[in-house]
């Protein structure tokens, strides 16, 4: 039977926003893949004048940059 093993790794931001990945403990970097969501986080939610905290992330622009981000790293 073949198992999967997986990490839990979470970064809080200045906002306190939580950014929570599941992943394979074997995969490197987790810090920085969660620091660049956060970049992202940083770039396209809360520089938008129409985005109020503690309210649901609604953002195009960022769910692609994100969706991209993941594909990316998903490849190497």
């Given at each position: 039977?073949?198992?999967?093993?997986?990490?839990?790794?979470?970064?809080?931001?200045?906002?306190?926003?939580?950014?929570?990945?599941?992943?394979?403990?074997?995969?490197?970097?987790?810090?920085?893949?969660?620091?660049?969501?956060?970049?992202?986080?940083?770039?396209?939610?809360?520089?938008?004048?129409?985005?109020?905290?503690?309210?649901?992330?609604?953002?195009?622009?960022?769910?692609?940059?994100?969706?991209?981000?993941?594909?990316?790293?998903?490849?190497r």
């Amino acid at each position: 039977m073949r198992q999967l093993l997986l990490c839990g790794c979470r970064r809080v931001g200045r906002s306190g926003v939580k950014f929570v990945a599941i992943v394979r403990p074997d995969r490197p970097n987790v810090e920085g893949i969660l620091r660049k969501i956060y970049e992202l986080y940083a770039d396209y939610v809360l520089k938008n004048p129409f985005y109020t905290p503690d309210m649901p992330i609604r953002c195009d622009r960022f769910d692609a940059a994100l969706q991209k981000l993941v594909r990316i790293d998903i490849s190497r």
